[in-house]
């Protein structure tokens, strides 16, 4: 019996030192520059700039870390993406009428549009991979 408390007690202490170990590194994550391609989306441009195109819109903030986390891939998905389709972002502290719009609750949530009109939704850390098979699929 009292082995077992032992061995629980050591893996409860491996587990919050890698959760602490997890957390540090997530929250030193730079902020990156978005690409050149990357649409920065307001309130006033969200309608022209998603209508006629595919858009895969990134609701972020800089507070947060897994934002921050999928800054870079964004970046290799706009990289990758040619003809009508393109990424955008919009500031959810800077544009929080347009969170509230599209119901976004939690970020980063990223809401695929096509021709203005909302066909998917991803909510969390996706991958370059993921992203661009759900835009092609769209396309």
């Not at 890698?18 to 957390?23: I, S």
């Not at 998603?50 to 507070?63: E, I, P």
């Not at 947060?64 to 990289?79: E, G, H, I, Y």
């Amino acid at each position: 019996m009292q082995t077992t408390f032992i061995i629980i007690g050591i893996l409860m202490a491996a587990f919050i030192g890698f959760r602490y170990f997890a957390m540090a590194k997530m929250k030193n994550t730079p902020l990156v520059a978005d690409h050149e391609k990357v649409l920065t989306l307001t309130e006033q441009n969200f309608q022209q700039q998603t209508k006629g195109k595919l858009v895969l819109v990134d609701f972020w903030a800089s507070w947060c870390a897994p934002c921050r986390m999928m800054a870079p891939v964004l970046n290799d998905v706009s990289a990758e993406l040619s003809g009508n389709s393109h990424v955008g972002k919009v500031d959810i502290q800077q544009y929080q009428s347009l969170a509230n719009k599209f119901k976004v609750r939690n970020i980063p949530t990223m809401i695929l549009f096509k021709n203005g009109t909302e066909i998917n939704r991803f909510v969390g850390i996706k991958s370059k991979e993921f992203l661009l098979k759900e835009i092609a699929k769209a396309g």
